[in-house]
C-alpha cells in the first residue's frame, strides 16, 4: 500500500529513528512511534520501496526462542548526496554526506578577510562547484546544500538577519548562493547546527533542557529543550558583563561576554598584556608554555564565561550545559575558573542538579549538524512526500 502523502511526518520521524539507532526491528520502531505493527510494516516497506531505508540482517531472538527479528536501516548505497558548508569567520568547510550519516570533509580554507558577502559567497559557491567537478558529482546527484553561519539566522527565508563577525545585515544567503551553485540550499545557526551535529547529541536529546555553548571566535549558544533544538535567537554572547573598562563589541555595544571571553577577545587582550599579535591557539600554546600573561588571559576569560553560563542557567535550569568550540579545545587553561565562577553565580539547586562538560567533539560538528539539517528539509522530507 502506498504512503500516506497527507501524513508525512511518520515518514520522517521514522527516518530519523532509524538514523539515530543505526539498526532498529520493526517491533522496537513499532513502540518507539506508538504505532501498530501492520502500520510500521506499511510505512517500512514504503521506504524500502522508495529506496531510503532496506533490511540488513537479522537481530537477536527474543528469549523464548522467536524468530530473529528483521534489522532496518538507512540505505549506505542511496545515490544522491547533499552538501555541506560551514562558513567561519576564519576558515570556510565545504563537505558532502550520505543519507546513513557517513561524510566527507572535502576541503576547508581561509575565510576571504574582506567578509563582504559577495565574496564568500562567491568563495563559497567555487568550493562546491570545484568538490562537485572533483568527486564527478551531477547536478541531479545533489539533491541540496546545507549552509551553517553564525549569527542571527532566518533558516526558513534562508537569510542571514544580522551576523556582528561579518558584518552582515539582510543577506539572503541561501537564495544568492542557489544561484551560484544552481542547487537548493538551506541555512542554519552555525551552534545550532552544532548541537545537532555533536556526538553527544542522541544522549542530550533525553534530558528535559540543555544548554549548549559555542566557545570559539564568539561565543554562541542553543537550548534543547523536550528534545527539540529551541527556535528563535539565543545571543548568550552578547550578554552585559561586568568589565573594568568599557569594550566595544562587533555588535555595536559595549562589554559583551564576546568582549571578556571570545576567541577575538583572547587575541586582542594578548595585544594588550603580551603586545603581540597572536591568534587564540597560539595565546593558548604560551599558557601551555608557563607564560603567567597568558595563563591570567584564560583564568578572566574562565570567569567571565562561567558567570555568563551562571546566569542562563538560572532562567533555564538546565541538566547538562555542553561547551564545544575551538576555544573549548584548551578548556584545560580555564575549566577550574569557569566552574568556579559558575558556583558562586547560580543557586544550589539549580547547580547541584546541572550536569557541566565540555564536548568531546572537535571541529566537525557544525557540519555533521549542517548536513543532518539538510537531510531533514531535503531527502528525508521531500522524497517522502513524492511517495504515491
Known amino acids: 500500500m502506498p504512503f500516506d502523502t497527507k501524513r508525512p511526518g511518520h515518514g520522517i520521524t521514522a527516518l530519523n529513528i532509524i538514523r539515530n539507532k543505526g539498526l532498529i526491528s520493526r517491533t522496537e520502531l513499532s513502540r ?47 545515490p544522491k548526496v547533499v552538501i555541506g558548508v560551514d562558513i567561519g569567520a576564519y576558515n570556510l568547510k565545504v563537505s558532502f554526506g550520505h543519507i546513513n550519516g557517513d561524510y566527507t570533509i572535502y576541503k576547508t580554507e581561509k575565510t576571504s578577510s574582506s567578509h563582504f ?17 572533483a568527486h564527478d558529482f551531477k547536478e541531479d546527484d545533489v539533491i541540496c546544500v546545507g549552509v551553517s553561519i553564525g549569527g542571527l539566522v532566518n533558516s526558513d527565508k534562508g537569510q542571514v538577519i544580522y551576523s556582528p563577525n ?31 551535529g555533536d556526538s553527544s547529541y542522541d544522549a542530550l536529546q533525553e534530558s528535559d533542557t540543555v544548554l549548549y555553548v559555542n566557545h570559539g571566535f564568539g561565543v554562541g549558544s542553543a537550548v534543547i529543550r523536550d528534545r527539540k533544538i529551541m527556535p528563535g ?3 548568550m554572547g552578547h550578554m552585559t558583563i561586568a568589565s573594568s573598562r568599557d569594550v566595544i563589541c562587533y555588535c555595536g555595544k559595549s562589554n559583551c561576554l564576546e568582549t571578556q571571553a571570545s576567541g577575538w577577545a583572547i587575541e586582542w587582550m ?28 584564560f583564568r578572566h576569560v574562565g570567569r567571565c564565561l562561567g558567570e555568563a553560563i551562571a546566569a542562563s542557567a538560572n532562567l533555564l535550569s538546565p541538566d547538562y550545559i ?67
Open 32 to 78: 518507539t512511534m506508538k504505532l501498530s505493527k501492520p502500520k510500521i510494516t506499511q510505512l517500512s516497506q514504503s521506504l524500502i520501496n522508495a529506496g531510503l531505508i532496506e533490511a540488513t540482517g537479522e537481530g537477536h531472538s527474543t528469549s523464548s526462542g522467536g524468530r530473529k527479528p528483521i534489522l532496518l536501516s538507512l540505505r549506505k548505497d542511496y
Open 117 to 133: 558577502p559577495n565574496v564568500v559567497i562567491r568563495q563559497s559557491a567555487n568550493l562546491v562547484l570545484e568538490m562537485m567537478e
Open 166 to 196: 561579518f558584518k552582515w545585515e539582510d543577506v539572503a544567503l541561501a537564495e544568492l548562493l542557489s544561484a551560484e551553485v544552481n542547487l537548493p540550499v538551506y541555512l542554519e545557526n552555525c551552534t545550532k547546527a552544532m548541537a545537532i
Open 233 to 235: 535567537y539565543c545571543e
Open 270 to 297: 594578548a595585544m594588550d598584556k603580551l603586545n603581540k599579535d597572536l591568534t587564540a591557539h597560539e595565546v593558548a600554546q604560551l599558557a601551555d608554555e608557563g607564560d603567567e600573561a597568558a595563563k591570567s588571559i
Open 322 to 388: 555542553v561547551i564545544a568550540g575551538g576555544v573549548s579545545q584548551s578548556n584545560h587553561l580555564y575549566q577550574s575558573s569557569l566552574e568556579k565562577a559558575f558556583r558562586e553565580n547560580t543557586m544550589r539547586f539549580i547547580h547541584d542538579r546541572s550536569t557541566l562538560s565540555f564536548s568531546e567533539c572537535k571541529s566537525e560538528s557544525a557540519i555533521r549538524g549542517i548536513l543532518k539539517v539538510a537531510l531533514t528539509k531535503s531527502i528525508f522530507s521531500t522524497e517522502i512526500e513524492q511517495l504515491n
